[in-house]
């Protein structure tokens, strides 16, 4: 059991570049998210899923692009890079919250992004 | 709005001396809170939740987190610190206005525990 993996790891663009990042679940989570982490700014939202199929915006989506073409795989593409995408990135998957809302969300490693 | 905040974005600690790592909410109904740690260079890592029931949550490595509704608190303790409990310490509380179970994060405090 992997849990959540990322790749790549670290990767360096130029402005106007574009790339995609994969994320992977093998625990049948229903629910996958992106984030970007930012010094001093904590975790923020840039896309997520409730399900195979499905996305939708978070609070900063601008400049990304995502689909979930398969349950456990989410992808995360930038198709115009810019220097304000340096950032660590963060993907992670929870449980199908139902009415409970209690499940914690798994976080993969990251992936280092550069944009020069 | 719904919002986290972390108060101190540096807390230093004696190894063996308790620590506390502080947090406050603000949502609208009944909070679902979390705490995650990340060490250098990793990904964060699940330490605890309140949902319901008791104030005091225990969790993971010998942490455990304090509910207090009247203060919106819910501040992060551990009995007696370690070194190998340096890392950064972020306060999550679900996003429960909007579909999707998003967590609102915290901007985070570094906790240094010094030998």
């Known amino acids: 059991n992997a849990g959540v993996t990322q790749t790549p790891k670290f990767r360096v663009l130029k402005t106007g570049q574009s790339m995609t990042l994969l994320c992977a679940q093998d625990?049948?989570?229903?629910?996958m998210y992106w984030y970007r982490q930012d010094p001093g700014m904590g975790l923020r939202l840039i896309h997520y899923?409730?399900?195979?199929?499905?996305?939708a915006k978070g609070e900063v989506p601008d400049g990304y692009n995502v689909s979930r073409l398969k349950k456990q795989n989410f992808l995360l593409g930038l198709e115009s890079a810019a220097p304000s995408q340096t950032s660590v990135y963060f993907c992670?998957?929870?449980?199908?919250?139902?009415?409970?809302?209690?499940?914690?969300?798994?976080f993969g490693p990251g992936t280092r992004l550069t944009v020069t | 709005a719904q919002s986290v905040a972390q108060p101190e974005d540096q807390v230093n600690v004696a190894e063996g001396n308790p620590l506390t790592v502080k947090c406050t909410y603000s949502v609208s109904g009944n909070p679902y809170l979390f705490w995650y740690v990340q060490y250098p260079n990793r990904g964060l890592q699940f330490l605890l939740k309140y949902i319901t029931g008791d104030n005091l949550v225990k969790g993971s490595y010998g942490f455990e987190a304090e509910f207090n509704k009247s203060q919106t608190s819910f501040h992060l303790k551990k009995p007696s610190a370690l070194v190998s409990d340096s890392a950064l310490y972020f306060c999550?509380?679900?996003?429960?206005?909007?579909?999707?179970?998003?967590?609102?994060f915290g901007q985070g405090t570094e906790l240094s525990v010094k030998p």
């Open positions: 999550a509380v679900r996003d429960i206005e909007n579909q999707g179970g998003k967590l609102i």
């Open positions: 625990m049948n989570h229903e629910y």
């Open positions: 992670a998957s929870s449980y199908d919250l139902g009415l409970a809302g209690g499940y914690e969300q798994y």
């Open positions: 899923s409730v399900g195979e199929g499905t996305t």
